[in-house]
C-alpha cells in the first residue's frame, strides 16, 4: 500500500513534469507583438501635463498596430517561425441583411459590431471608426480563430476558408438562417467608409457552443477583411493588423528571436508595439498542474516519512520479537553485523516483494490518485478564480461588448473575455498523462531501499546493544 | 612441516587465570569470583558443583565468552580470550547447551543444526550430528516444538559438536530431563570429550550425575577447587 502510495505520486510528479516540458515547448513558445500600454498611458500623461484636452485626446488616441508587411516579414524567418497569425477586424454595413439584434443567447443589446474600443474600433485612423452593422473579423488562417483553438466553434455544413480564399467568408448559423443563407450563397456588405459593395461567398456555416457568442461575427482571411477598411488605412495594401502571434520551432529561441526582431526593427518600440514571449497560455495552465506537482510531492514526503515511521516501528517489534534468536545466533559465534545484515535483507526481500506488486498494480492505483488530486486541485483552482473573476463565463471585457473599462483586457475577436479562454485552456491542457514508466519504477525502487535503510537504523542502534548474556538468561 | 606436526601433537589446554567478577546491587558490590584459575584439558568431562548463586552461570558465561571479562584471563592454547575477541571466541573455541536448549522454535531439528555448520563456514551433513545423539532423519526434519525435551537437549548437544569448537559447555543439561534421559545425556557428553576428544565443562547441581565427569570441581564463596 506505502509503495502504491510512493509510486502513485512519482508517477503523479514525473507526469506533471512531462506535462511542464510539453506545456513550455508548446504553450511558451509564442512572441507577440502589441501595443506597449505603458509606453502609451506615459504619453498620454505626458499630453495632459502639457495642457492638452483629455477627451478630445481620447477621441485622437491611436492604438498602436503593426502593418501587415513587417509581420509577414518577421515571420518569414524560418529559422524561428514555425507559424504565425495575426487578426484584422472591420465593420460593414448591409442594406439587404437583416442582424441578429439581439441574441437568442446573448443579453439584449449586446449584438451587432458595436461594442467597447477605446481606440474607436480596429482602424488605425484618427477619425472616429464608423460602427457597422456586422463584424468582420479578418485573421491570416482560420486555425487561429480562438473559437476553433478552443473548440467552441464548429463548422456545421460546408468548408473553412484559407489564405487565397478570395471573398471567401465563413457565418453563424442565427445569422444564416436569420437571412436563408446557405453555403455556397454570396452576400453583399459595404464599406462603411467608402460606401462601395463587395461581394462575399458563404463558404461555411459555423455554429458557436459559447453562450456569449456573437452571431453577427463573420470571419474571413485578413485580405477579404481588409477590402472594407478606409482607403487610408488601407494604405495599398499594407494595412495594420494586431494580435500579431508568432509560434516558435523551438520555444527555447523565443528570447532570442524577440531580441533579434527588436535589433531589426526598432521603429516597432518607437511606434508603441511591444514584443514579448507570451506565457500567458503556460502560466494559466501551470498554476494547476504546478499545485497538482506539489501536492503529489508532499504526499510523496508525507508517505516516505510514513513509511520509515511505521517500517520502523515493525522492524523494531520483529527484532524484539525476536531477540531469543538473535541471542542464540549471538551465542554460537554470529557477529552483530550478521545480525544487522539478516534483518536487512529479510527486509530487502519482503520490500523487494512488495515493490514489484506495486509496480504491478501501481500504474492503475497511481492514475485513479492522480486524476483525483488533479480533479481536487482543479476544483480548488475554478472556487480561487470565481472568487478572483466572479462566476465563471461571466464576461468581464472583449471588444464586441461587455463593460468599456478595461482597457487592459485582451480583445477576443469572438466576444469571449480572457477568463472564458483561460477556463478553456485549462480544461483542455491538464490531462496529465498518468502512467509509470521505467524511470518511475526505478525511483520506486530507489525510494522503497531507502526506507528500508532509514528504517534499520534505530533497530541496529538496538541490536548493537545486545549481550547475548542478558538475552538467554531473560533479562533482555 | 614439522612445526605444524608438533602444534597438532599439542594437547587443547583452556586455562582460567585469577578471574575476578563482581556486580552492583540494593545490597552494595556482590563479588562472585574471588581469583578463579583452573585448567581445563581435552578428552576430560569436567563438572563445576556448588550452590544456587554461587556463580556457577557467571563463570560458564565467562568461560563461553557470553559476557565480558572483568578481572583475570582466559587462555585457549595460550591465546588470551581478550585478543581473540568474544565473538571470534564463540564462533571457533567454544559451543554453549542451555539448560533451556536454546533452540529456534520456528526451525527444524536439522536447521537449528545447520546454522552451527553455516557459522563455521564448512559444508557437513546435519544428519550426520543428529545421528550421532541418536535422532533419526525423520525426528531431525521436525519442527523444535514437536519434540521432548530429551530430544531438545539431544539436538543442542548435536549443533555444540556440529558447531566443531573444541569447547563445550553446559549449563545444568540435565536439569529439566527424567533420570533415563539425564543418563543418556550425560553419556553424550562424556562421548564428546572421549571420542571427539573435547573439553566438556558441565555445571550442575546433581552429585550424582557430576560422578559421571572425570573432575569435579567446586564452587565456593566465589574459589573453584577440586572436590
Redesign the interface.
Known sequence: MMANLVLAAIVVKSAVAAQMDYAKSTLGGTVTIQANMDSVREEQRAKIEAGEDKREMFGKMVRPQISVSTANEIASDASYVRDYSYELSVSANSNELETVESNSRMPGGMGGAGGFNPFGGSSSSEETALDGDVTISGINAYAYISGVQNESIEIKSGEYFDEDSENGVIISLDFAELNDLEVGGTITLKNVYTEEAVELKVLGIYDSSEQMANANIIYANTETAAKFLSGDDYNDGDYNVSNVNFYMVNSETAEEFVTKINEKYPELAENKLKVAVDTSEYDAMAGSIESVGSFATMILWIVMIAAVIIVTLIVTINVKDRNYEMGVLLSLGATKKNIIWQIALELVIVGSFGFVLASLTGSFFAKALGNSILESQMQSARVQEEKSFGRPGAQVGGRNGGMPNMPNMPEMPDGASMKQKMFAQKEETVELDINAGVTDYLLLFVAGYLVIILALILPSVNILRYQPKQILAGKE | MKKQKVEAKRENVLMLEDLTYSYENESGEQEILKGVSAKFEAGKMYAIVGRSGSGK?TLL?LI?A??ELQGGDIRYNEKSLRKIGA??F???YV??V?QQY???KYMTARENVE??ID??GRKADANKYLKMVGLSEEEGGRLIGKLSGGQQQRVAIA?ALA?NSSIIVADEPTGNLDEDTEKTVIDLFRECAHEENKIVIIVMHSKRVAEHADVVLRLKRGELNVA
Request: charged share 25%.
Open positions: 552461570t558465561s563461553a557470553l559476557d565473538t571470534e564463540r564462533l571457533k559451543n554453549v542451555f536454546n533452540l529456534i546454522i552451527a557459522f563455521d549443533r558447531s
